[in-house]
């Protein structure tokens, strides 16, 4: 398959450079010294099982990508709208676009720029990966999984091609029944989990063993299952206990990608996690107060903070600038 890869990072140079290894034609969009050392030299891969390094076409310009099959969007969600022209010249030249990112608002983001609604897959990664120098992306985690499916539910033919692909790259990879309940069950868990790590400045270990650490993960939890049950998402029962569970299996030092941004003074993803709980619980009648507080602390405390959305859809930007 001819393959398009939007955001050569951690998630999205790891899985192209392996689905290149299976014989697909990935070409990547990339930019600045990263772009520069894989056209140089490739694209180093450091991952449990050793290091190797491949060759893939790579270009910063959108036209370059537009002869594909599938495009797969993997930027940090602050830079969405850096890509969507990207992602749009590929969706009307006929491509299947999926995202891969946090949050549970990717899609209509990616329609609302244009991008033909109709071409849009939605998706999620789970995996431990970064780009720790230029032309390198690194995957720390054992797992690597990908979830891919159509907003409308039940399988289809395009979203098993696009999933096989990534399992001939070594990917768990798989067609979800109902992708919305898979993504509210990502972002239930990891919301929290950033809301909690970035406001204490620490590893779940720490936040478990607090005095009413554990009281904290318990609230965020149940206050996005909440929502999602008021917006109609179908979540099992007992979610609430599984993705605690989820937590108490967590190794003490495991951070969120939040907390590593705000440790480095980058960008955050606040506003598609606490930030969108937040708005809604507004929007839903849902009291929020464990996510509040965090988009409250967290927008305060990051000095790049991109801009937050309130509930009415006007932007509200964060500094800690006097």
């Known amino acids: ?34 772009l520069s050392a894989i056209r140089a030299r490739g694209l180093e891969v450091r ?8 060759s893939m076409p790579a270009s910063d310009g959108p036209a370059d990508l537009a002869d594909v099959d599938f495009a797969v969007v993997a930027v940090k969600s602050y830079s969405l709208s850096e890509v969507a022209p990207a992602a749009k010249t590929a969706a009307e030249a006929g491509a299947v676009v999926l995202p891969l990112l946090n949050g549970v608002e990717a899609f209509d983001t990616l329609a609302a720029a244009g991008v033909p609604a109709g071409q849009i897959l939605e998706g999620l990664a789970m995996i431990g ?10 995957r720390s985690s054992e797992f690597r999984a990908v979830v891919v499916g159509e907003r409308s539910g039940g399988p289809s033919e395009r979203a098993e091609r696009i999933a096989s692909a990534f399992r001939d790259g070594g990917a768990d990879a798989r067609v979800s029944e109902n992708v919305t309940v898979d993504l509210w069950r990502k972002l239930i868990f990891l919301a929290t989990f950033a809301a909690v790590s970035g406001m204490s400045r620490r590893s779940i270990g720490p936040v478990r063993e607090a005095p009413l650490g554990r009281l904290l993960l318990e609230r965020g ?8 049950r008021a917006r109609g998402v179908p979540l099992p029962a007992g979610e609430e206990g599984r993705t605690l569970e989820r937590f108490d299996a967590m190794p003490p030092d495991l951070k969120p990608s939040l907390l590593f941004d705000l440790e480095h003074g980058s960008p955050t993803e606040l506003d598609v996690l606490s930030g969108a709980v937040s708005r809604y619980g507004r929007a839903t009648g849902v009291a929020t107060p464990v996510h509040d ?20 859809g006007e932007s509200v930007v964060a500094s800690n600038r006097p």
């Not at 939007?6 to 990935?26: C, E, I, K, N």
């Not at 939890?221 to 999602?228: D, G, K, M, Y």
């Open 47 to 54: 991952e449990p099982g050793g290091v190797w390094r491949i």
């Open 129 to 138: 990966a970064s780009r720790p120098e230029p032309g390198v992306v690194q």
């Open 293 to 312: 507080t965090a988009t409250a602390v967290l927008s305060a405390a990051s000095a790049k903070a991109p801009a937050l959305r309130s509930e009415t």
């Open 221 to 228: 939890v149940a206050e996005i299952v909440a929502i999602a």
């Open 1 to 34: 398959m001819k393959i398009a890869i939007l955001g050569a990072g951690g998630v999205g140079g790891y899985f192209g450079a392996t689905m290149a290894r299976a014989g697909h034609a990935v070409r990547l969009l990339a930019r600045g010294e990263h």
